[in-house]
Nanobody, 123 residues
Framework: QVQLVESGGGLVQAGGSLRLSCAASGLTFSRYAMAWFRQAPGKEREFVAAISWSTYIIYYADSVKGRFTISRDNAKNTVYLQMNSLKPEDTAVYYC????????????????WGQGTQVTVSS
C-alpha cells in the first residue's frame, strides 16, 4: 500500500522559513504527480502546490506564489515544499498527496494522503 509521511513542520515567526518533506513508499514515485494541500481550523482543505512526474508542470495557489517552492527528488522518493516569508495565514496542517493519473489541484483527485504536519506561524 502507498505510504506518505510528512515531516518538517513546526512553529516559526512571521517572515521565517520552513522546509517540508514527504517521503513516499509503495508506489512508482517517478510516475506520480505529487501535491501539497493544507487545512486550517474551520476551513476546507485547500490546494497549495503540485508537481508532475516529469517536473515539467508545476502549479501554485495564488496565495503562495513567489513564497513557496515545490520540488521532488525521484531518486529519494521525496517531495519538498520550501516555504519562505511565512505569514500567520499560512498556519495549517499540511498534507502530502499522490496522484498516479495526472497533476491536479482538486483534493478529490488524490487517493493517497499522508498524516499531515502542523505548521504554525506566529505574529
Amino acid at each position: 500500500q502507498v505510504q506518505l509521511v510528512e515531516s518538517g513542520g513546526g512553529l516559526v515567526q512571521a517572515g521565517g522559513s520552513l522546509r517540508l518533506s514527504c517521503a513516499a513508499s509503495g508506489l512508482t514515485f517517478s510516475r506520480y504527480a505529487m501535491a501539497w494541500f493544507r487545512q486550517a481550523p474551520g476551513k476546507e482543505r485547500e490546494f497549495v502546490a503540485a508537481i508532475s512526474w516529469s517536473t515539467y508542470i508545476i502549479y501554485y495557489a495564488d496565495s503562495v506564489k513567489g513564497r513557496f517552492t515545490i520540488s521532488r527528488d525521484n531518486a529519494k522518493n521525496t517531495v519538498y515544499l520550501q516555504m519562505n516569508s511565512l505569514k500567520p495565514e499560512d498556519t495549517a496542517v499540511y498534507y502530502c498527496a499522490a496522484n498516479r493519473l495526472r497533476i491536479a489541484v482538486e483534493h478529490q483527485q488524490y487517493d493517497n494522503w499522508g498524516q499531515g504536519t502542523q505548521v504554525t506561524v506566529s505574529s
